[in-house]
């Protein structure tokens, strides 16, 4: 019985380091499933939908002052502050603003968001009339790393037989974006 017992003991001993080898063995599997899973999750994470860049073309002066207008990209590239100034029907001012994927994957403008809102609300839209403001739809845009796009943006001033007075029109416009 005490040979048997050792044998057994034997046996017991090398079926313990068996599974012992192999529970280091599939933790250490885990472990890198989690750390590849971790970097998958990183490098989705990381694209860059922005606004780059803009290009104001001539604008149309129908009267005596030429329009004016300023343009900032603000918020990290997220968000362009722009103001026109018109000054007689006619006038017309258009900004080409260059958005582009930053990041390393491919990304999607969910969004374009305006403030004050001149394009949902009618409302807004009448503080500033007669004059508009148009926009290409970008919204659903799909963007490959380093892929660009553009934004036209045209403040105008519409034909009116009201008075003629001077417009401002400020408007701030912001991406959403999301990885695809």
């Known amino acids: 019985m005490i040979i048997e017992r050792g044998i057994v003991n034997m046996k017991n001993k090398k079926l313990v380091i068996t599974l012992c080898i192999s529970l280091i063995i599939v933790t250490l599997a885990f472990a890198i499933s989690i750390i590849k899973l971790s970097s998958v999750i990183k490098e989705k994470s990381q694209y860059k939908i922005e606004f ?59 969004n374009l968001i305006a403030l004050p809102d001149y394009f ?20 659903g845009k799909e963007l490959s790393p380093n892929e660009e796009t553009t934004l036209k943006v045209t403040a105008r001033y519409n034909y009116t037989k009201k008075k003629l007075q001077a417009i401002n029109i400020p408007i701030q416009l912001s991406l959403l974006t999301e990885s695809i």
């Open 52 to 110: 780059i860049s803009m290009n104001k073309l001539n604008p149309i002066q129908a009267g005596k002052y030429s329009p004016t207008s300023n343009a900032t990209i603000t918020n990290n590239g997220l968000s362009v502050d722009l103001s026109f100034d018109l000054y007689t029907p006619n006038d017309e001012i258009t900004y080409l603003i260059k958005i582009k994927n930053t990041g390393k994957v491919a990304g999607k403008i969910t």
């Open 120 to 139: 949902n609300d009618d409302n807004t839209r009448l503080t500033i009339a007669p004059a508009t403001i148009d926009i290409n739809n970008i919204i």
